[in-house]
């Protein structure tokens, strides 16, 4: 993989706002945590929210999608899960009593799965969804940004994902964005971004999370 590149604080999750406040969980795409993480982290900060970034691939990340899809494949999902519900606990310790999770394409799949377990308050997942195979109650809101042109399996596009949630009776907030493709949010992806949808999109997300976590 020659596109890796090293990042900050290899392994070590990033911190925004004030310990004790409630608590957003951001989690990376295929890609690793690039640096347009940081400038999401630190607007969703400013709403009064403590953000952690935590970095699931060790110290590496890419703009390549061939090899972030050979990253993604050696991604661990059941120690990241654990990894992840590890940072919601430490935060409850420091007395954070509400806690959400925001995640993009594999990182929204990997909230969707985390949130599941029923730690969460509220959960945002971009231009992700689950299969029927990974589909359990989730019992906590959704809100779900899609891209307009995305590829899905059999049973994991957004209609067959939104149906199952609303048959199990959680609360869905679905948006999709006219002209945008997959990773349209990702600021270090320049031929993806679509500054205006990606910045509707996290105004949708800060409303979204301070109704479920601050109010």
């Known amino acids: 993989m020659d596109d890796l590149v090293s990042i900050p604080s290899p392994g070590e999750s990033l911190y925004y706002g004030t310990a004790g406040d409630p608590l957003v969980v951001i989690v990376?795409?295929?890609?690793?945590?690039?640096?347009?993480?940081?400038q999401y982290a630190t607007a969703l900060a400013s709403h009064g929210l403590r953000v952690v970034v935590p970095d699931f691939y060790d110290g590496v990340c890419t703009v390549n999608s061939s090899t972030a899809e050979q990253l993604m494949q050696r991604l661990d999902v059941g120690a990241t899960l654990a990894r992840l519900e590890d940072?919601?606990?430490?935060?409850?310790?420091?007395?954070?009593?509400?806690?959400a999770v925001v995640?993009?394409?594999m990182g929204g799949w990997l909230a969707l799965l985390h949130a599941q377990a029923g730690s969460?308050?509220?959960?945002?997942?971009?231009?992700?969804?689950?299969?029927?195979?990974?589909?359990?109650?989730?019992?906590c809101p959704v809100q779900l940004h899609?891209?307009?042109?995305?590829?899905?399996?059999?049973?994991?596009?957004?209609?067959?994902?939104?149906?199952?949630?609303?048959?199990?009776?959680?609360?869905?907030?679905?948006?999709?964005?006219?002209?945008?493709?997959?990773?349209?949010?990702?600021?270090?992806?320049?031929?993806?971004?679509?500054?205006?949808?990606?910045?509707?999109?996290?105004?949708?997300?800060?409303?979204?999370?301070?109704?479920?976590?601050?109010?």
Not at 125 to 134: E, P, Q, R, T, V
Request: aromatic fraction near 10%; proline fraction near 4%.
């Open 28 to 38: 990376h795409d295929w890609y690793g945590r690039l640096p347009g993480l940081a």
């Open 103 to 105: 995640g993009f394409s």
């Open 146 to 215: 899609f891209a307009e042109v995305d590829e899905w399996g059999d049973d994991d596009d957004p209609e067959s994902f939104v149906a199952r949630l609303t048959e199990h009776g959680t609360p869905v907030d679905m948006h999709s964005y006219v002209g945008t493709q997959h990773s349209f949010a990702n600021a270090s992806i320049p031929d993806r971004i679509d500054a205006r949808s990606a910045a509707l999109a996290f105004a949708r997300t800060a409303v979204f999370l301070e109704k479920h976590l601050l109010d």
């Open 87 to 99: 940072v919601v606990q430490d935060a409850s310790i420091e007395g954070s009593a509400r806690a």
């Open 120 to 139: 969460a308050d509220a959960v945002v997942a971009y231009y992700a969804s689950l299969g029927s195979d990974d589909h359990g109650v989730i019992p």
